[in-house]
Each structure stands twice: as structure tokens, then as C-alpha cells.
């Protein structure tokens, strides 16, 4: 039997549950215009400034991964959804302060911005403080496109960068850190109305990951984290392995 609390929660979440399968079809159908298996292409939910109940539809809907801005409003999220059957995996996208280091370093699953090797102490440390851990999962973000507003590693124009030697140091500096597993790079585009525009942002950083393939072998370098809603498709076919959806899924911010 149908009650109204049952139809509510169906009309709630049916909306969600059809944008979740409506990226992951634009997913499939860009990798498959590359040429690459779709499967290759994790789709992060970015559920910033959105409720627990929401999260749990997307949850419900399949997607395995989320991602946050803030260690503070993701640890409630974190907190409501664990210990249930389809814990999702959790994901820092956001700049993390070296004072919020140690809460992230047990909270989230991956992160994807750091950005300094001040902060890869901060969070190799923290880490080793849990010794029932393994090696925390982090990504080098990295601004190619030399926006001021944007954090990351300074390498404007990717592998031309003047800054590449600095970074590699920082590389260099970060591999010595055992209780940190680096696993790729993540950017983030500058906005444009046409999502074409990105490309050649992408691209710089696929080029850069190849770079640090055959300059630090002993790291994996399998991750590229890149695309947002109005570009993930390009990125996946510039080779993007995490897309970070938040509009297309979720609707707009509020
Ligand atoms: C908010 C955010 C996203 C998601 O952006 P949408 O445009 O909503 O898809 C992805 N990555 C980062 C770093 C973000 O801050």
C-alpha cells in the first residue's frame, strides 16, 4: 500500500535518481567517443550546501562517491551517512586549511587539493597518528591555467610552466612521506560559457601526468581529476578518470 509519506519520499527522490542516470549516460557516451571504457571514468556527487536526505537519494541512486568543499559540513554528512548499508566513498575537493589538516586526514577517503607540501606534512602527519589506516589516498592540485583565484601548484601552461622545476621538488619532497599515496593530479577550469574552452586546460594537465609518469615512476599516476558540470564531457575525452558533478546532479545551489 501507498501511503503519502511513501509517495512524498518517491516524488523526493525520483528527480534526483533521473539526473544521476542521465549524467552517468553522458559519462558513457563520452568516454565511448574517446574510445575509453566508461568504467574507467568515476562519477563523484559534489553534495556541497545540499542536505543529508539529498545525499541519500543520490546514495540510493547508485553513486558511490561523494565530494565536499568543507572538512566542517562534510563531517556531519560523513557522520549521518556511515555505518549505513551504502556508506559512499568521501572525497575533499575543496582548499584545506593546514589547521583543519588533521580532521580531514581520518574524515575523507581521497583529497584532491592538496596544494602545498607544508600542508602534505600536515596530513602525512596527522595520518600516521592512525595506525589502522593505510597510506591516505591524495591528488596534487595543480593551476594551470595561471588564474589568481585558483589554488593549487603554480604551473602556468603545464609542462612549459617556469615553475616546473619547483613543482617537481615538491614532488620530490611529497613521495618521501609514507603515510601519503599519491595517486594523480586534479584541476579545475576556468569558467566559460562554452566548455570547449576547457580543453586545452585538460590537455595540459593529461600532458603533465605523463611527465610525472616517467619522472616519478614510483608513484601512481593513474587519477586525473577533472571536469566539472558543465564540462565534465570534456574532460572525459582528454582523460579524465573522476568527474566532480554538482549542478547536473543535484540542481543549483541555493
Ligand atoms: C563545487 C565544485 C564542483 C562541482 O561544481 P558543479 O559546477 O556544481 O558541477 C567541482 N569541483 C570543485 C572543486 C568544486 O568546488
Redesign the pocket.
Known sequence: MVTWNDSDERLGSAPVAAQVAAVQARIAAAAQRAGRDPREVCLIA?S?THPVARVQQVVAAGVGHC?E?RVQEAEAKITALSGQAHAPQWHL??HLQRNKARRAATLFDYI??LDSVALAHALNHARAEQPDMPPLPVLLQVNVSGEASKSGFALTGGIAAPQLPDFRAAVAAIRMLPHLAVQGLMT?APYSPDPEQARPIFRQVRLLREHLCEAFPQLAWAQLSMG???DFEVAITEGATMV?????IFGE?G
Open positions: 559534489v556541497k565530494g568543499n575537493i575543496g584532491h587539493s579545475i566539472m558540470s558543465d566532480r558533478v554538482g549542478r547536473a545551489r
